[in-house]
């Protein structure tokens, strides 16, 4: 059974802040992590994909792998309003299905 | 078409009513992916398909679901004898190709409503 963690939350940052949101996973084998943003109503979209250990930059979004602990995270730095929403983690493992394995997801909200 | 598009938006149904799901995906992407997503949780997998083959259909929770895909582009998800607990949002994701790497983008979702 694949397993994938991360606080529920509401986790509440000042604007401006950096927000920083975890995850972990059961499944070693996984390979490609992805990070999506869902905003309430509205339908997931990635904002961060990973797939080697390290960091990688996209503005102010930061992804971090670290395969050996089953970890990685997403820092926004810089924080704004519109940041609020929940984000979705979730590596891909493959063998062939592709399909997604989802965290519950961390409610973040970005306090003016 | 420029996104994954899904109808209809909303659906409610009576409890034991068959309903079915529609999915446009992204022009050419190779993979499509059905999810449902109950309130306050992330997707749940249910069915993958590549081109017009259903490779895994291990998450889908009886047999009153099923997925086709015929022609290899719009997909249908069908809900037999619905059931309260069948109330979700079910989004629909494609992607270009296949393997760990590609990106799955989602259409806006179908939020069912069993009664």
């Known amino acids: 059974q694949k397993e994938v963690e991360q606080n529920s939350g509401p986790l509440s940052v000042p604007e401006g802040a950096i927000a920083s949101l975890n995850c972990t996973y059961s499944?070693?084998?996984?390979?490609?992590f992805f990070w999506y943003r869902q905003y309430s109503g509205k339908s997931p979209e990635l904002i961060m994909s990973?797939?080697?250990?390290g960091d990688k930059e996209d503005g102010r979004f930061t992804a971090q792998l670290n395969k050996a602990s089953q970890y990685v995270s997403l820092l926004i730095r810089d924080s704004q309003p519109s940041d609020s929403a929940t984000y979705l983690c979730?590596?891909?493992?493959?063998?062939?299905?592709?399909?997604?394995?989802f965290g519950k997801g961390t409610h973040l909200i970005i306090q003016p | 078409g420029a996104g994954v598009s899904q109808s209809p938006r909303y659906k409610v149904a009576k409890r034991g009513q068959d309903v079915a799901l529609r999915c446009d995906p992204i022009?050419?992407?190779?993979?499509l992916f059905w999810y449902q997503q109950a309130l306050g949780q992330g997707p749940e997998f249910l069915t993958y398909?590549?081109?017009?083959?259903?490779?895994?259909k291990s998450g889908l929770p009886s047999d009153r679901f099923f997925a086709e895909r015929p022609e290899g582009s719009v997909s249908t998800l069908k809900i037999q004898r619905t059931q309260q607990e069948d109330s979700a949002v079910y989004l629909c994701?494609?992607?270009?190709?296949?393997?760990?790497?590609?990106?799955?983008?989602f259409g806006a979702g179908t939020r069912l409503s069993v009664l």
């Open positions: 994701a494609s992607s270009r190709g296949q393997g760990v790497k590609n990106i799955q983008y």
């Open positions: 499944d070693r084998v996984s390979q490609s």
């Open positions: 990973i797939y080697s250990n």
């Open positions: 979730a590596p891909n493992s493959g063998g062939g299905a592709d399909g997604l394995t």
């Open positions: 022009s050419g992407h190779v993979s």
């Open positions: 398909f590549q081109n017009e083959a259903q490779l895994d």
